[in-house]
């Protein structure tokens, strides 16, 4: 994902704070069940919601990109 997402689309994690899968879930499971701050909490939620919205679009762009390549 990480590799071909800016191949086909252009688009690539850079630049977000979270950029990796690994460190999405333990970043989640820390903010989650661990002793953090409100504030920190908001961040890294916020930080998550980047990542994973980057995801999810990702995936749909892939697909779609592979559609018009496959025609």
């Known amino acids: 994902?990480?590799?071909v997402l800016p191949a086909l689309t252009g688009k690539s994690y850079e630049g977000l704070e979270i950029a990796e899968g690994g460190t999405a879930s333990l970043e989640y499971l820390r903010v989650?069940?661990?002793e953090v701050?409100?504030?920190e909490r908001?961040?890294?939620r916020g930080?998550?919601?980047k990542y994973c919205a980057l995801d999810t679009e990702g995936m749909?762009?892939?697909v779609d990109q592979l559609r018009r390549?496959?025609?």
């Open 1 to 3: 994902m990480k590799a």
């Open 32 to 34: 989650t069940y661990g």
């Open 37 to 39: 701050e409100d504030k």
């Open 42 to 44: 908001e961040k890294v």
């Open 47 to 49: 930080d998550l919601e």
């Open 60 to 62: 749909v762009l892939i």
């Open 69 to 71: 390549l496959a025609r």
